[in-house]
């Protein structure tokens, strides 16, 4: 299926019913991807439902699609999440974008210690929306059937806390245990990458003593952009998703 397209507030049909899909997303297919009638395209939700089908109608900014599949994917178990240091230019950006890509269930932003971005007031509100925009415009392109949740931004005290609910693990390249030789348990993970620089060693004695642990990805030292992503690669296999 070459194209899909999202809108949030569709409920399930029944196959054989007719769905509409109006404003911006409807407006791209018909101008941008040139979509026409009888052309089959998918339409999600982001929250796991996925219908198939042949459009039957386009106006300007609105298209009609007959519905003859539709499923209802679970949320992948256990879950990846990945928390992210906040970074100059556009690297966190770029993290999350292929994060997403690669199958992770959820982003936090982290503002620790060496991070020379800071968001704060405004600003703060801003980024989380453009980070919001960035994961769900990655789940329509690599047709993910949910999109990843974008967290609030975090202290480094906050996400020590979050060990309570989640396996955390830190990528530091001097860790002693490679992520490859990781042995799922069932909780959810939650990677975590510190910025330009790496973490220095209060903030990795506090989350240790929060009982997170080190991982090491391999003797090369990754960019802030490329270490959560090639970390999503790597517990592909070893968490049967690939």
């Known amino acids: 299926m070459a194209h899909r397209y999202l809108d949030e507030s569709l409920t399930e049909p029944a196959v054989g019913d007719t769905v509409r899909l109006e404003g911006p997303e409807a407006r791209h297919a018909v101008t941008v991807s040139r979509v026409a009638a009888g052309q089959r395209l998918e339409l999600g939700n982001g929250a796991g439902l996925v219908l198939?089908?042949?459009?039957?109608?386009?106006?300007p900014a609105a298209l009609e699609l007959?519905?003859?599949s539709v499923e209802t994917v679970p949320r992948r178990e256990p879950a990846v999440f990945l928390a992210q240091a906040l970074a100059k230019g556009d690297r966190d950006e770029l993290a999350i974008q292929a994060a997403t890509e690669l199958g992770v269930d959820g982003v936090i932003p982290w503002a620790a210690?060496?991070?020379?971005?800071?968001?704060?007031g405004a600003k703060a509100v801003k980024a989380i929306e453009r980070w919001r925009s960035i994961v769900r415009e990655a789940s329509k392109q690599s047709l993910r059937p949910w999109i990843p949740d974008v967290l609030d931004l975090v202290t480094t005290k906050q996400l020590a806390a979050m060990t309570a609910a989640t396996r955390m693990l830190v990528l530091e390249p001097t860790a002693g245990a490679p992520l490859s030789a990781l042995e799922p348990?069932?909780?959810?993970?939650?990677?975590?990458?510190?910025?330009?620089?790496?973490?220095?060693?209060q903030e990795l004695e506090l989350l240790a003593a929060a009982g997170a642990e080190p991982v090491r990805l391999g003797p090369e030292v990754l960019r802030t952009s490329t270490a959560g992503p090639a970390a999503l690669a790597v517990l592909a296999p070893v968490l049967g998703r690939w």
């Open 185 to 201: 348990d069932g909780r959810n993970l939650l990677l975590v990458v510190g910025p330009e620089g790496g973490i220095p060693e």
């Open 52 to 59: 198939s089908g042949t459009v039957v109608a386009t106006q």
């Open 113 to 120: 210690s060496r991070s020379v971005v800071r968001w704060e």
């Open 66 to 68: 007959e519905v003859d």
